[in-house]
T-cell receptor, first 113, second 114 residues
Framework: DTEVTQTPKHLVMGMTNKKSLKCEQH?????MYWYKQKAKKPPELMFV???????INESVPSRFSPECPNSSLLNLHLHALQPEDSALYLCASSLDGYQETQYFGPGTRLLVL | AQSVTQLGSHVSVSEGALVLLRCNYSSSVPPYLFWYVQYPNQGLQLLLK??????LVKGINGFEAEFKKSETSFHLTKPSAHMSDAAEYFCAVSERSSASKIIFGSGTRLSIRP
């Protein structure tokens, strides 16, 4: 199984809402990632978890809050987002974060109104 | 600091023609290099990666890329384009000391003419 799953596929939220994005993998990978991708742009790294510990935070605003409850699951909690946060949010995983291929999920397309 | 530059935001070729997507990298240390493909409304899929084992790297779907240190290039090629190759292609680089962080190029959209 080389699949990374993400839910929901689409999400529309207001600026006062609280929502969460979920990512799951069952490949035994110990590194998981959140990326943000705007239209016609490359993915931009947001967070990296390695062995369930946050190892990289690319100066992401606090309205985005990541959580890694266990080695298979990665959440991204959203609160008080801005319209400019509308984007495709991609999750990825890799074996241990070093020299390994990153496997991407299909993404959650987020629209903030 | 590491970076990649993809020459040409849009490349159009005829079905059956050679595909050449250009990528140049900048890295202070020997890099890992990747090509990813993104089909519409999907995530990214790895086509191939260079990790120093061989300079000519073969990937999935008939694609290959050659690492040329003297030219700091890692161009992606496919001898004969297929309609299903139409997608966005990203070149990416990571440093061996922090391979968890990869930097993507701006992307090249490949169109295939019938």
């Amino acid at each position: 199984d080389t699949e990374v799953t993400q839910t929901p596929k689409h999400l529309v939220m207001g600026m006062t809402n609280k929502k969460s994005l979920k990512c799951e993998q069952h490949m035994g990978h110990r590194a998981m990632y959140w990326y943000k991708q705007k239209a016609k742009k490359p993915p931009e790294l947001m967070f990296v978890y390695s062995y369930e510990k946050l190892s990289i935070n690319e100066s992401v605003p606090s309205r985005f809050s990541p959580e890694c409850p266990n080695s298979s699951l990665l959440n991204l909690h959203l609160h008080a987002l801005q319209p400019e946060d509308s984007a495709l949010y991609l999750c990825a995983s890799s074996l241990d974060g070093y020299q390994e291929t990153q496997y991407f999920g299909p993404g959650t397309r987020l629209l903030v109104l | 600091a590491q970076s990649v530059t993809q020459l040409g935001s849009h490349v159009s070729v005829s079905e059956g023609a050679l595909v050449l997507l250009r990528c140049n990298y900048s890295s202070s240390v020997p890099p890992y290099l990747f090509w990813y493909v993104q089909y519409p409304n999907q995530g990214l899929q790895l086509l191939l990666k260079y990790t120093s084992a061989a300079t000519l790297v073969k990937g999935i779907n008939g694609f290959e890329a050659e690492f040329k240190k003297s030219e700091t290039s890692f161009h992606l090629t496919k001898p004969s384009a297929h309609m299903s190759d139409a997608a966005e292609y990203f070149c990416a680089v990571s440093e061996r000391s922090s391979a968890s962080k990869i930097i993507f190029g701006s992307g090249t959209r490949l169109s295939i003419r019938p």
